[in-house]
């Protein structure tokens, strides 16, 4: 795949169709735009997050624009019990039996702080969230991945996953365990059809980047939805047999 290919991909109408696509903070920001262009070509999208009544505005979006028709599968990551993974993976088998695509795309930022001066829950809430509670989630979905017959796993990555900038503590510590997580899963199915892959949205008009650049003018910055080819490309059939990699929208 060539970065021309990734962020110039323009899916057919219906390249998705008939996918089962999860992704976990569809109800604003990168998570709805993705799941919104989703929906539209085709997917069936399994909308999870915190806050319903963004899910429930996400799912009347889907809907008004003639969409195929969504699910709504609440998760809070940060203080999720066992119980409460198996029991959405249990309804996207009850519902769908299968699953074609995971977007881990929820995240905490936490803090920007020099290390000596990082709040310690804060540092454990964020590695939580972006961490535990992603191989969580992935780990009660294999099953149901494993039942396509062409998976896409897709963690949300960042720069500061790659290399490590000061006062960004937990986060970027984490984003590096994700592509940890990414490279290892990668490896353990690349006998099978499950892709797994990384994507670093960079920079886009979103709550995570107005708490951690709050001088930065809102209007400078892309608007969510102009990132959604590089996801449309990873998650759907365009994409099949890359694994293991990391990606960049822009």
Known sequence: MTPSELLHHRPARDELRER???????????????ALALAAHGATVVLSGRTI?????????ILAADGTRPSIAPLNLESALASDYDTLAAAVEKNYGRLDGLLHNAALLGQLSPIDHYDV???VRVLHVNVTAAFALTQVCLPLLHRSP?????????SVGRRGRALWGAYAVSKFAVEGLAQVLADET???????NC?????????MRLQA???????TLPDPAALVGPYLYLLGPASRGVSGQSFDCF
């Open 20 to 34: 089962v696509i999860l992704v976990t903070g569809a109800g604003d920001g990168i998570g709805r735009a993705v």
């Open 53 to 61: 009544r963004k899910l429930e505005a996400t799912h009347d979006e």
């Open 121 to 123: 829950p804060t540092w």
């Open 150 to 158: 062409d998976a896409s796993v897709l963690f949300t990555s960042s």
């Open 190 to 196: 690349s006998s099978s059809a499950i892709r797994v």
């Open 199 to 207: 994507i670093n949205p960079v920079r886009a008009r979103t709550a």
């Open 213 to 219: 650049y709050p001088a930065e003018d809102p209007s």
